[in-house]
């Protein structure tokens, strides 16, 4: 049995490597089955409930046709439709839902409002975003690294470019779980996490990964396997539009810069994609088979996670 079953998914920092290990290789034998058309209702008769305080594209779609695939039902679940948005405390709604449901995925602002719920749910609960972490999306990207680049993702070299944010921070936690060194170039004043930092590094030494911060684009870029970025205004951040477009106008990911990059070097994006902003229109289209694999792929290394912390 897994060591994942019943498990919560809050932070990949919170999982082993070989738990990350299982995950990726689980989530690539659902797609190379969905592919082929093979039925794998590993959850037959689960329902998952989904919390969206975020809206979403890719997670709402994603998380609910897994489910379907899975041979379950997925529950989409907004504020306007559970008493927590009316003053419920949390305690009482996962506690509620955790006797209706059999695992709970959340979209929400405030990581600490996740983990306060993880506490008093007694089913798997599954950060889909917070504004700290998004453990799925690396999930998903390290998915797709490992079939553009390889299985063995030891060594290689990830380049993050842009706002410190959640991505940053759970791109760090995932490159120092699979042994891969993580550069970030952010300006500063929007830095990764302090305390994330400190738990990637103490990761990074148990794998031998290597992690630099840094303000200076090219540096991180430097013969890098992958170059990464996200949107510079993140939601809930409208109000800071021209401060954060000024401040972070010299972090885009553009031909200039993939020149500083390894000679094999893909460029992968989160998604929605602000073109002329983070990344040039033609760096994104050329690099586009390798965006939207990794769009897809959230929906298998989802599947992955629902299968091992739910299933049977």
Known sequence: MSTLKGKDLLSLHELTVDEMEEILELAAELKAMQ??????????????????????????????????????????????????????????????LSRYLDGIMIRTFGHDKLVEFAKWADVPVINALTDLLHPCQVLADMLTIREHLGKNLKGLKLAYIGDGNNMTNSLMYGCAKMGMNFAAATPKGYEPDAEVVKNAKADAKATGAKIV?????????????????????????EEEREKRLKDLAGYQINKELLK?????????????????EEITADVFEDNADVIFDEAENRLHAQKAVLALTMGD
């Open 35 to 96: 592919k082929a058309g093979v039925q794998h209702h590993l959850l037959e008769g689960k329902t998952l409930g989904m919390i969206f305080e975020k809206s979403s594209t890719r997670t709402r779609v994603s998380f609910e046709t897994g489910m379907y695939q899975l041979g379950g039902q997925a529950l989409f679940l907004s504020n306007r439709d559970l008493q927590i948005g009316r003053g419920e405390p949390i305690e009482d709604t996962a506690r509620v």
């Open 260 to 276: 500083k990059a390894g000679k094999r070097a893909v460029v992968m994006h989160c998604l929605p994609a602000h073109r002329g």
């Open 213 to 237: 911060l840094t303000n200076d684009v090219k540096e991180a870029a430097k013969d890098a396997d992958v170059l990464y970025t996200d949107v510079w205004v993140s939601m809930g951040e």
